[in-house]
């Protein structure tokens, strides 16, 4: 069982639609990662938070906002995707308390959301 | 940036034999971590690599680093079908940079 747990596990979605991708972590960990993943790809990084503030954007399109309500949640909101956007997205966190740098512990996935798009 | 490769990137490997994975990566970098990765599934940490010429060993992998030569071995013992999965190496230098991957497949 993993301690990073991803809602849902599989969304299809339409072009015009609206969705969010829900990530939550209980290990107290100070940093969240979203992830792209494609098949057969290694992990593609998105944004990474740090103590709750966005601090690294891969240039990412505006079509995908992140979200960070609190050190435990993380959200990735979705809104007018492209077919090529469809991808597993694996939220991630590291940096336990008391750890002053996010890469001194291995990032711990969640299950991803398998993300098609219509 | 950071560029990690791995080599080979496909190894079809049969039962009871040896082998290794390679990770070299571009420069400097502070911790090197491995990653197992089953079909459909997520990402699973093995080993983290402090410093020049650790060396981590659980079950039939074992990891190694050297950091003057920035490579990374992951050995593979007397391979059993279980270990069929996709291995990543990822370097870590201000963000997590992750190697190509390897698509490891075992056979009987």
């Known amino acids: 069982d993993t301690e990073v747990t991803q809602t849902p596990k599989h969304l299809v979605m339409g072009m015009t639609n609206k969705k969010s991708l829900k990530c939550e972590q209980h290990?107290?960990?100070?940093?969240m990662y979203w992830y792209k993943q494609k098949a057969k790809k290694p992990p593609e990084l998105m944004f990474v938070y740090s103590y709750e503030k966005l601090s690294i954007n891969e240039s990412v399109p505006s079509r995908f906002s992140p979200e960070c309500p609190n050190s435990s949640l993380l959200n990735l909101h979705l809104h007018a995707l492209q077919p090529e956007d469809s991808a597993l997205y694996l939220c991630a966190s590291s940096q336990e308390p008391g750890n002053p740098h996010p890469y001194n512990s291995p990032l711990h996935f969640g299950n991803g959301t398998r993300l098609t798009v219509t | 940036e950071l560029k990690v490769e791995q080599n080979p990137l496909f190894l079809s490997m049969q039962e009871g034999k040896n082998y290794t994975i390679y990770c070299n990566y571009s420069t400097t970098s502070d911790r090197l971590y491995w990653y197992r990765q089953d079909p459909g599934k997520s990402l699973e940490s093995l080993f983290v690599l402090l410093s020049n010429g650790a060396v981590k060993q659980e079950g039939r992998l074992m990891a190694s680093l050297d950091t003057k030569a920035r490579l990374s071995t992951l050995h593979i013992t007397a391979a059993v079908h279980d270990l069929s999965a996709t291995y990543f190496c990822?370097?870590?230098?201000?963000?997590?940079?992750f190697g190509t991957g390897t698509s490891l497949t075992v056979i009987p």
């Open positions: 990822a370097s870590t230098r201000g963000q997590f940079y």
């Open positions: 290990m107290g960990h100070r940093a």
